[in-house]
């Protein structure tokens, strides 16, 4: 049972199945009608043309059962899949709806047409007329028959009239039969007497009145006519009865030519006849079969529509579904090729874009490992925070940084990250409105670390996807500069202090050289060794000053400063300061102030003057510019003096370092201290056609 | 096939309604049943006798059982044809009576009121009843032409079926 249950359902939806059932159905139904209408014994051409009609109101019924059925399950299911919003629905709505609008309106309207003109064409059939003419053909063939009676019947009344006049005898009578049968031109002249034969005269050219059966007696009782076929003509014959019993016979043949074409019109006549009692039998037939016809072209057309529709939307469903797979977040798949035209070019490029996707997919992946090998690898912390800035994660070195081992496995809200005593760092992280560099001090598991921090965000900078932050521990580093900074302090003072002592040493070892000897010599050493011993003092002294100067710069003080208006006072002083030395000024800044700390500012650019005046030579010139440009200012101050004499220019910048033999050597490094801290640079470069430039550069904001 | 039953069923009361005179006569095991059309012949019937078609009237009797709770049953249905063609030479009608097949009679005509009137009362069937006192019915129609209404609706032109009472034999 279950064989045969998997073998319908097998079969149940394959359409040559379908059709062969329905075509063996259609002839057990036809045969079991004609078994039936032949049982009852109908004459042929009406079981012909009930069998026609009877095939063909099953054909077109069961043609329209399909169609209903078709059209039916198929709108029912394209309402359910519009209802459910199943892709495609919409656009096979509006294509089957679109074919079975131009397959129904025009079929509908040719079926009525045509069955409107072969209704009015089987009426002008049967036409009046051609009823007239079918009418006319009868009644002509029984107008010959009638005169053809009617002239026997006058020719025996005759006969019978002279034979009577006559009286009985039998030559008498045999004379006048024989003139009047010649006279008349009868082609049968005969005189009966008691149902028997006395004499018959007979034209022997008609020889089928020898073929005719004798007149009954009870039909010689009375004068009559009758007509009757014989050999392929038509017989006519009349009787008279006389007063003494004996009956006239008068007979005629009519010629079989005009018999023949009286049968072929009489036939034609009542062939009409039997068409015009058939006629609605042969409408029907004739518009059932049209019917059939047309129905059989809408199931076509209907039934391509449907298939045409799902050939259509099917690539387009597959494309929907991949791509509602790849949504969802499973892996994008090709779609199969449905065919080589416009709609599966679309699928061919959506099969090329998913090879592709995945190539990229591919690198990606790959590149994504090899980031995350980098980014566990390298000692560098990052972190990554989302848009909002409400969760972070970060690589294994971020996590060691911080202090949270957890960090590097899931994302942390910034308040945890805050909570484990990191709130300076995520307050800058918060703080932060663009690309910010900076450093921050950390307290991560009772640790301070010294961390330097780049925050970016990630695409544009305007409306940022999210933030990347580098951190780089700089406590070692800072620890170790400070401690070479302490030895290079150490080793610069022990320098400076070393140069004063020799001079004191030996002043002193002189004064006691000649304090032991005695003499007058040493009234006149004690005053010179103690002159040598208060100089170099004096100059221990002022190392000692420059040293605390430098130590004890205070912070800088920024507020809005004229700095036009300061570098031109200043040069005022310095101008005129040596003979022949001038200095000059070349603002291009007009009223534009910056935020400065004017007195600082003042102080460095005096030891800038200073270097300038010392290194030029008598009647030269000191060149300083002001200039603007997009985001800073810069201050160029030129002398012609020797020139850096190819040692490091950055050396010049470090305290207690001088060319020169005598000072401090701390002025520069004042200098770029508290350029440095405007936030900005100072640089020695060498200028052209001899000379030095001092170029120092402040950010406008 | 249903719904072309459904057209027959609707479309056979239709019939126009016909007078048909039914008389039996009892006998033991047989009822012979004598036809009369008493409604005038459809003209286009006539004109078609006339013009020498082959015309015919069927007479369809049926004999049924009456049974008190159920339907009745059916016990045999007999179709009596009666024809009639005229010869257009001759202007003789023939015709001829056949019940269920088998000539019953046949005879010539030379008018056509002596042609219609042979048709239309045809002579006596003679038909084959059930040895029972049981309540029988014969219900009987005369079928004169097929015609379609609407172009393909099938509507037999006809009288209205007539049921008699199937009188005892004496």
Request: proline share 5%; net charge neutral; glycine share 8%.
């Amino acid at each position: 049972m279950k064989r045969w249950r998997r073998a319908w359902e097998r079969y149940r939806r394959q359409t040559r199945f379908l059709v062969a059932v329905y075509l063996v159905l259609m002839a057990l139904a036809g045969g079991a009608f004609w078994l039936f209408a032949r049982l009852r014994e109908l004459p042929p051409e009406e079981l012909t043309n009930r069998l026609l009609v009877f095939l063909l109101w099953w054909f077109d019924l069961t043609l329209i059962a399909v169609l209903l059925f078709m059209l039916l399950r198929n709108l029912t299911k394209l309402a359910l899949e519009r209802h459910h919003g199943v892709f495609g629905s919409r656009f096979r709505a509006k294509l089957v709806l679109s074919y079975l609008v131009l397959i129904f309106g025009p079929t509908l309207l040719v079926f009525l047409l045509s069955a409107s003109l072969l209704s009015h064409a089987a009426a002008r059939w049967f036409s009046e007329p051609v009823e007239e003419m079918a009418a006319q053909g009868t009644a002509l063939a029984t107008g010959l028959r009638a005169q053809a009676e009617a002239r026997a019947r006058r020719a025996a009344t005759t006969v019978a009239r002279e034979l009577a006049r006559v009286g009985e005898g039998r030559a008498a009578r045999l004379a006048t039969l024989e003139r009047l049968h010649a006279l008349l031109g009868n082609h049968l002249t005969g005189l009966w007497r008691d149902g028997a034969t006395v004499v018959e005269l007979q034209d022997p050219r008609a020889e089928e009145l020898r073929r005719l059966p004798a007149l009954a007696q009870e039909a010689l009782a009375s004068s009559g006519q009758r007509s009757e076929r014989a050999g392929g003509t038509l017989v006519v014959r009349a009787w008279e009865v006389m007063a003494d019993g004996s009956v006239v016979v008068v007979g005629e043949a009519l010629p079989p030519e005009l018999v023949a074409a009286q049968a072929r019109l009489a036939a034609a006549g009542a062939a009409y006849q039997q068409l015009k009692l058939q006629r609605t039998a042969m409408t029907a037939t004739m518009v059932l079969g049209f019917g059939g016809f047309a129905l059989l072209v809408v199931f076509a057309a209907v039934w391509l529509g449907l298939h045409l529709s799902r050939r259509f939307t099917a690539p387009l469903l597959s494309l929907v579904a991949s791509t509602e797979r790849a949504a969802r977040g499973e892996t994008l798949e090709e779609v199969p090729l449905p065919a080589d035209d416009e709609v599966g070019l679309l699928v061919e490029s959506f099969n090329a874009m998913v090879r592709r996707l995945k190539e990229k997919e591919a690198a990606l992946q790959e590149t994504v490992h090899r980031l995350d090998t980098v980014l566990r690898g390298i000692r560098t912390g990052v972190l990554t925070m989302d848009r909002e800035r409400t969760s972070v994660i970060g690589n294994p070195a971020a996590a060691a940084l911080l202090g949270m081992p957890q960090l590097a496995s899931r994302p942390l809200a910034l308040e945890e990250l805050a909570a484990a005593g990191n709130a300076r760092l995520v307050e800058t992280l918060r703080s932060a409105a663009g690309p910010v560099r900076g450093s921050v001090t950390v307290e991560a598991a009772g640790v301070a670390r010294a961390l330097e921090l780049a925050v970016l965000p990630l695409g544009d900078a305007a409306q940022p996807q999210g933030w990347v932050v580098a951190l780089e521990d700089l406590t070692q580093l800072l620890r170790a500069q400070r401690q070479a900074a302490w030895s290079e302090v150490a080793r610069r003072i022990a320098h400076q202090i070393k140069n004063p002592l020799t001079p004191i040493r030996l002043a002193a070892e002189r004064i006691a050289r000649h304090a032991e000897r005695g003499g007058e010599s040493l009234s006149a050493v004690v005053p010179q060794g103690c002159a040598a011993i208060v100089e170099h003092v004096q100059a221990m002294q002022e190392m000692v000053d420059a040293f605390a100067l430098y130590a004890k710069l205070p912070p800088v003080s920024l507020r809005p400063t004229h700095l036009g208006q300061l570098v031109t006072q200043l040069a005022t002083l310095y101008d005129g300061l040596r003979p022949n030395l001038h200095f000059r000024v070349q603002d291009h800044l007009g009223d534009q102030q910056v935020m400065a700390d004017p007195e600082q500012l003042r102080q460095a650019l005096a030891n800038l003057f200073d270097n300038a005046a010392e290194a030029s030579p008598d009647g030269g010139e000191v060149v300083i510019s002001l200039a603007r440009s997009e985001n800073e200012i810069t201050i160029t101050v030129a002398d012609r003096g020797a020139g850096i004499d190819g040692s490091d220019p950055e050396l010049l910048f470090q305290p207690f370092y001088s060319t020169k033999g005598r000072g401090s050597g701390i002025g520069l490094a004042v200098v770029q201290r508290i350029v440095a801290d405007h936030g900005g640079t100072v640089r020695l470069l060498p200028r052209e056609g001899g000379g030095v430039e001092a170029v120092v550069t402040l950010p406008l904001d | 096939m249903m719904v072309y039953a459904l057209v027959l069923a609707a479309a056979l009361p239709a019939a126009k309604p016909q007078d048909l005179e039914v008389s039996l006569t009892p006998s033991p095991g047989r009822l012979t049943v004598q036809l009369a059309v008493t409604h005038q012949i459809p003209e286009e019937w006539s004109r078609a006798l006339v013009g020498g078609a082959p015309v015919s009237i069927t007479y369809r009797l049926r004999l049924f059982r009456n049974r008190r709770w159920l339907w009745d049953q059916r016990l045999s249905g007999h179709e009596l044809v009666v024809e009639a063609q005229r010869d257009p030479l001759t202007g003789v009608f023939t015709l001829i009576a056949r019940q269920d097949g088998e000539v019953l009679a046949s005879g010539h005509a030379a008018s056509v009121e002596e042609a219609i009137h042979w048709v239309t009362h045809p002579p006596p069937a003679a038909i084959p009843v059930p040895l029972r006192h049981e309540p029988l019915w014969l219900v009987v129609r005369a079928e004169y032409l097929t015609k379609y209404k609407l172009l393909v609706i099938p509507s037999t032109v006809g009288t209205q079926w007539v049921t008699r009472a199937v009188p005892e034999a004496p």
